[in-house]
């Protein structure tokens, strides 16, 4: 056994990796579910990011352009989801779920002659000097550009939601979607577009992962991810720095735990493999157990709104 | 009605028309646990499929099912294969090997073939190829090739066959390289690109400049390609895309003359159950083309290794071997038998760590 064999610079920025795509799918349905909706197809709108973009950088040669319809595909996707919950009133719970199972068929459908063959790759941004820097070069300077997307959308979406007047009409209709509407707001136009804005960021996540993390594409490969980014969610307490350190403390665990194996740590690897799973579970614990009705959930996630009630 | 021969009319039902046009096909089914995409495993028992066909064009008809979990989902797509009238299944993973014998017991009249098990029955024959031949190139050359005397191996599950390939690995690189280390990583999966490229990265990060894999994606290689100098090796099949670096050689197995012979036996009525354990001498077992990204002289060298193992004049575990605890295991000069070697569960002398129970 040899800790000093890890290198905890490497570490951190391995994690930082590992942790973007639930980031990017948590921070989404952060979103989503502050204006009220509970959307369950997370992993399925993941998944058809992943092959949406996966695709279009195939046949275009650019990265750029596949992270773009990644997005547009996973957008495409959840606005079938606002459809049926917003206009036809469906069960958002239900139609979540068929979105993923939806999501699953669809981007297998499309994968088809796309298995085995590699992506352009996706550049890491180049800094020049400031990756030179010794420990923070390496962890802050020499990522791609999807990790820095993540963190300001991280930022964007805090200021978003804490500032300013659209953030604060976006949390009413997360409330009380009935006073919203009373005031004048637009209720499902507002929760039309936080669904858009949380698929297009599934479907970023996943794109990291067919495009920069494996990259390669494989039926199914997001693999739990969205249920995961779903979890973080509930972790967070609904706020987006706790969803951050949800997304890192999972993505680094599972990323610990492959480097305590080849450090040759003497603990058996069933433990190590279940661990981040298990971290998950504890820290949801606590957090619950002691406060769980300042916990945050919108007051009306979940429930159907319609103007007539 | 038994439900035995409940299952048996309803086979002869579903064999029925391709009786009644007077032309009967011969129909061969293949389970697959990942996806004829993944560019390893699967990709090439696939090509196995697809050289039945061209080579009895019209007398067979194939029919497979990809990413099939190994566990009771097996049992109910092999049963579903038999009941559609197949008349030979072959199942291409170890963990099919119980789900095997328990379908093909309701299936008398349905040969099966699996692939990397032990359990036979009279209509059960096993197959595997000798991959540890290979694998002792690969360590060979891993061992020479290494500049930080640190290998990387991402195994899958602690089963004999990934054990042999570990020691077969590792005591060829300790030859040509006393100072080498393993790091062993278990994943326990065969096919999940996330979980590999990771782990490769994680080796990577320890200073691994050799990546060995004992799983079924490109991924591995796909994170060695992000590192200058890193290698690894194909495994499975060719993986040509990452040609001629990080990829410097690569395991291949070559499936395609055992199925075409086994499907001929069942055409010709010949078909009994055996084992088969083929290697580089019967063309089971082949190296991809070494690379030039490997200097000539030890490029000279593997050559040299293959030839002599196809001759048969090489055995890759030939004594004197210690096990892990230092007891000896083979005498000076003393070959392993196929016995022990089937039957793997310990690391030779070196290796550190321990096996996942």
Redesign the interface.
């Known amino acids: 056994m040899d800790l000093s064999s890890i290198n905890p610079v490497l570490l951190v920025a391995a994690l930082m990796v590992a942790s973007t795509p639930i980031l990017l799918a948590a921070i989404g349905e952060l979103v989503v579910e502050k204006s009220g909706v509970l959307n369950l197809g997370v992993e399925g709108m993941m998944i058809v990011g992943a092959i949406a973009g996966f695709i279009a950088a195939v046949e275009t040669g650019s990265p750029t352009l596949g992270f773009l319809f990644a997005a547009v595909g996973g957008a495409l996707l959840s606005l079938v989801f606002a459809a049926i919950t917003l206009f036809f009133l469906a069960n958002q719970v239900a139609t979540g779920l068929a979105l993923t199972l939806f999501g699953l068929g669809l981007s297998s459908l499309m994968g088809q002659g796309y298995q085995g063959i590699r992506p352009p790759l996706t550049s890491k941004l180049d800094l020049g000097p400031l990756s030179d820097i010794p420990v923070l070069g390496t962890i802050l300077f020499s990522q791609d550009a999807i990790v820095y997307l993540s963190l300001a959308t991280v930022a964007a979406v805090w200021a978003f939601l804490k500032y300013t007047r659209a953030g604060l009409i976006l949390r009413s209709c997360g409330e009380n979607a009935e006073a919203a509407h009373a005031l004048g707001y637009k209720v499902k136009l507002i929760r039309m577009a936080a669904i858009a804005f949380g698929g297009a960021c599934a479907g970023v996540g996943g794109a990291y992962i067919s495009m920069v993390r494996v990259p390669q594409w494989v039926d199914g490969m997001t693999a739990g991810a969205g249920w995961i980014a779903l979890a973080i969610v509930v972790f967070g307490a609904w706020r987006a720095g706790r969803v951050m350190v949800g997304a890192y403390l999972f993505g680094g665990v599972t990323v610990l735990q492959l480097n305590l194996q080849a450090a040759g740590i003497k603990i058996p690897v069933e433990y190590l493999s279940m661990s981040p799973y298990l971290i998950t579970i504890l820290v949801l614990v606590l957090i619950s157990a002691g406060r769980a009705r300042a916990l945050g959930a919108p007051a009306a996630l979940g429930q159907v709104f319609h103007a007539s009630r | 009605m038994h439900f035995k021969s409940l299952l048996a009319a309803l086979a002869l039902a579903a064999a029925g028309p391709a009786l009644a046009d007077g032309h009967e096909k011969t129909t061969v089914g293949f389970v697959y646990v990942g996806?004829?995409?993944?560019?390893g495993w699967t990709?090439e028992h696939h090509q196995g499929l697809l050289a039945v066909e061209e080579e009895f064009g019209d007398a067979v008809e194939t029919t497979f099912v990809e990413?099939v979990p190994e566990g009771a989902d097996a049992e109910r797509v092999m049963t579903q294969m038999a009941l559609q009238g197949a008349d030979i299944i072959f199942t291409t993973s170890f963990g099919y090997m119980d789900p095997t014998i328990n379908v093909a017991a309701n299936f008398p009249e349905v040969v099966f073939e699996h692939a990397t098990g032990y359990k036979r029955a009279d209509n059960v024959s096993t197959y595997s190829a000798r991959f540890y031949e290979g694998r002792a190139v690969q360590g060979h050359i891993a061992g020479k090739m290494t500049q930080t005397n640190q290998v990387?191996y991402i195994a899958s599950f602690p089963i004999p066959e990934v054990i042999r390939g570990i020691n077969a690995a590792y005591l060829h690189a300790k030859r040509v390289n006393p100072e080498v280390e393993f790091?062993?990583?278990?994943v326990?999966t065969w096919?999940?690109?996330?979980k590999e490229?990771?782990?490769a990265?994680?080796?990577i990060?320890?200073?691994?400049d050799v990546i060995l894999q004992h799983t079924d994606?490109?991924?591995p290689l796909?994170a060695a390609s992000?590192v200058d100098g890193v290698i690894g090796f194909g495994q499975a099949s060719d993986m040509a895309?990452f040609k001629p670096a990080p990829r410097v050689s690569s395991i291949i197995d070559n499936w395609a003359p055992y199925y075409i012979e086994r499907v001929r036996a069942v055409m010709d009525g010949t078909w009994e159950s055996v084992d088969t354990w083929d290697g580089m001498d019967t063309g089971m077992v082949e190296i991809g083309e070494i690379t030039d990204a490997v200097p000539a002289d030890i490029k000279a060298e593997a050559m040299d290794m293959i030839a002599q193992i196809t001759a048969g004049e090489y055995h890759p575990f030939t004594g004197p071997i210690n096990r892990q605890d230092g007891s000896v295991w083979l005498a000076e000069g003393e070959v392993a038998d196929d016995g022990t070697l089937l039957g793997m569960d310990f690391y030779i002398e070196g290796l550190?760590?321990?096996i996942?129970n």
């Open positions: 996806p004829i995409g993944d560019g990709y990413s990387g790091n062993v990583i278990w326990f096919f999940d690109p996330t490229a990771d782990a990265r994680a080796l990060d320890q200073g691994a994606s490109t991924a796909a992000e895309q550190t760590g321990e996942p």
